[in-house]
């Protein structure tokens, strides 16, 4: 059974910092792509960030240079370092995790945690 379970959301003012962590079972971690999602409310589902099975790393515009993606292997684990955190980052971050066995495309998520930044 595939489970991603996020951690680490919480409410901070505006400026600080959280570390999102997401921990993966059930599948093959080292070749699974990870990305993190947001949705806030009245809005559509957004991508925030990716990182390959390789480690390579893409940022949608509004994070870059304030959010890092990274990942562990060894602890099947993805992380989102999010600093400088602004109002408009409020949201519930979903972690995202694809990849293909035996010719087969698969695409899980987790349940969502919830970031409140106030200002």
């Known amino acids: 059974q595939v489970q991603l379970v996020e951690s680490g959301g919480d409410l901070v003012q505006a400026g600080g910092s959280l570390r999102l962590s997401c921990a993966a079972s059930g599948i093959i971690f080292s070749i699974t792509a990870m990305s993190w999602y947001r949705q806030a409310p009245g809005k559509q589902r957004e991508l925030v960030a990716d990182?390959?099975?390789?480690?390579?790393?893409n940022y949608a515009d509004s994070v870059k240079g304030r959010f890092t993606i990274s990942r562990d292997n060894a602890k099947n684990t993805v992380y989102l370092q999010m600093n400088s955190l602004k109002p408009e980052d409020t949201a519930v971050y979903y972690c995202?995790?694809?990849?293909?066995?035996?010719?087969?495309?698969?695409?899980?998520w987790g349940q969502g945690t919830q970031v409140t930044v106030s200002s």
């Open positions: 990182i390959t099975s390789s480690g390579g790393t």
């Open positions: 995202n995790g694809r990849n293909t066995v035996m010719g087969y495309a698969r695409m899980y």
